[in-house]
């Protein structure tokens, strides 16, 4: 764990897409993380299909991808929503990093999810959740991080701003960081 040199929380998420606007909710919460923690976003974007013939010889991506997680204190997902789940290429990173060695197991994570719909991705997001039980991770329930019409909440540089959803971002992010910091303590 890192939690001597502040907590470390790896960003997973945001689609592939260029002008993803996952990825701005994403870095968005970059700059929101509580004092003395940081949010370090991984690139999903290199990782294959998954095969269960490999995952004893990963690509480099996948053995990126699981380091990242590894090494971090805990963990954040952003997702979108694809046809009311989770898109594929998020669970197939989470599928990668399941297997052989399940890098999930006893992290305590946080997900929010977004959406250009009404139902701001909730659909994915209860599915990604039920993913994190068979994981055995720790998912912060409260609060929710439901962002609905994410396309209208980018300004014109491309930033990300919703006064509400800011501060239910903010609050997730240090209920996570505070439960994060209660597992290294308690753990000493
Ligand atoms: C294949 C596909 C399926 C989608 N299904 C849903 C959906 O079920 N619910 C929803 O709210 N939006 C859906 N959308 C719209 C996405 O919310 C929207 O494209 C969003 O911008 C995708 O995230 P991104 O901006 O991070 O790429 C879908 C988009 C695609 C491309």
């Known amino acids: 764990m890192n939690g001597e040199n502040g907590i470390v929380i790896a960003g997973i998420g945001g689609s592939l897409r260029t002008g993803s606007f996952s990825r701005k909710v994403l870095e968005k919460a970059v700059t929101l993380m509580p004092e003395g923690s940081s949010l ?23 053995v990126d991808f699981k380091n990242l997680i590894s090494n971090s204190d805990g963990f954040l997902v952003v997702t979108p929503e694809y046809n009311y789940s989770v898109p594929g290429y998020l669970k197939n990173a989470i599928d990668w990093a399941s297997v052989p060695n399940n890098v999930f197991a006893k992290k305590i994570g946080a997900i929010m999810s977004s959406s250009t719909g009404m139902m701001g991705g909730s659909r994915a997001q209860y599915h990604l959740r ?17 962002i609905s019409f994410v396309d209208k909440k980018i300004n014109e540089k491309g930033e990300f701003s919703d006064e509400n959803a800011e501060k239910f971002m903010r609050d997730l992010l240090n209920n996570l960081v505070t439960e994060v910091r209660n597992q290294i303590s308690s753990a000493r």
């Open 130 to 146: 039920q993913t994190f039980v068979y994981l055995d991770s720790r998912i912060i329930n409260k609060p929710e991080v439901i």
């Open 40 to 62: 370090q976003v991984a690139d999903i974007s290199k990782i294959p299909i998954f095969n269960a013939e490999t995952t004893r010889n990963p690509d480099a991506s996948v």
